[in-house]
Every structure is written in C-alpha cells, then in structure tokens.
C-alpha cells in the first residue's frame, strides 16, 4: 500500500494538521494556549488531545487495524469532549479531519499515482473510527445525564427531608 507508507512517512505532519484543525473547534481563546502550552499539569486538555490523536494514528497505520486497541485510546479525549458545550456531531467530528488532512497532504500522489482504492480502504479505517467515537461519546452522556438525574433526586430527597422537619417543628409548636 503506497499510500499507508507516504502517510507513515509524514505521520507527524499528519497527527500536527489533524491536531491544528481538532483543536480549531474550540473557542479562539482557549485555542492558543491549548496548542502553545506543552504541559500537562498546566493543559491537562489539549494534552490529552495531542496524545490521543497521535496515539490513533499509529492504530490507524498498521498494517492490520486492530478496533479493540483504539477504544482505550479513543476513551481519554471522548470523556473531555462529552461534557464540553459540543453537539454531538462536534464532539466526534474531529475524527473525520483526519480524512481532510491526508486528502490535501497526498492529493497529487492520489491523483498521480491512481491511489484512489487505497484512499478509500484508509478513509473505511477512519469510519470505523468514527463509529467507535460516537458510541463511546453516547455511552459517556448517558453517564452525564444519570450523575445529573441523580443529583436532582439527591436534591429533592434533601428538600422533601427538610420539609418534613418544618412540618413536625410546627405541629410541635401547635400542641
């Protein structure tokens, strides 16, 4: 596969682009400092970021795309992304980046060299990906949604308490 070894040889040209435009989805402000800081106490986010996207790239450039290994990977920038204010298509839209960034990168060499079976047998692999992301951001909602319907149970349960304690103080004072 001449493509999956042109990519292999720009991989970190690949995860650099892919980073730039994954951390493009969030505000201006925070952007800068999130590309610029390399700490990771002091940018636990856009650590986490870095980190996984180069981490799925060297998944994704395997010779044999192993799904089972990409989960763990995928998990770490998923539970940031599922309770940040993102719809859930940008919340795992950032995977499909990854298909713009090697377009433009081999364009040429795709068109050039009639790769255009390969492209599409490394675009099936970002699809899986991408599948992968949705169900472990739905999976980490529906775990947002339960800490907050519980809380709110937790909540009502505390104000039923109190009103319970107000009832018998002031049947206490009518006796």
């Not at 996984?52 to 998923?78: F, G, N, R, W, Y």
């Not at 951001?137 to 937790?154: Q, T």
Request: aromatic share 8%.
């Amino acid at each position: 596969m001449q493509l999956l070894e042109q990519i292999r040889e720009k991989e970190q040209i690949i995860i650099d682009r892919w980073l730039d435009l994954t951390l493009d989805t969030y505000p201006a402000y925070s952007t800068g400092f999130m590309k610029n800081q390399r700490n990771r106490f002091a940018n636990p986010v856009g650590n986490t970021i870095r980190k996984t996207l180069s981490d799925m790239v060297k998944i994704l450039l395997a010779d044999e795309l192993e799904v089972e290994k990409l989960t763990p990977c995928l998990d770490e920038i998923i539970k940031i992304r599922s309770v940040q204010d993102f719809s859930p298509a940008q919340a795992v839209g950032f995977v499909f980046f990854l298909k713009k960034v090697i377009r433009e990168e081999f364009y040429s060499d795709i068109i050039s060299l009639g790769l255009f079976d390969e492209l599409l047998l490394m675009e099936s692999r970002i699809d899986k990906l991408g599948l992968c992301v949705f169900d472990l951001y739905l999976k980490h909602r529906e775990r947002v949604y339960e800490i907050r319907a519980h809380d709110a149970m937790r909540r009502v349960q505390m104000l039923l308490a109190r009103m319970n304690r107000m009832d018998r103080k002031i049947s206490e004072e009518n006796i």
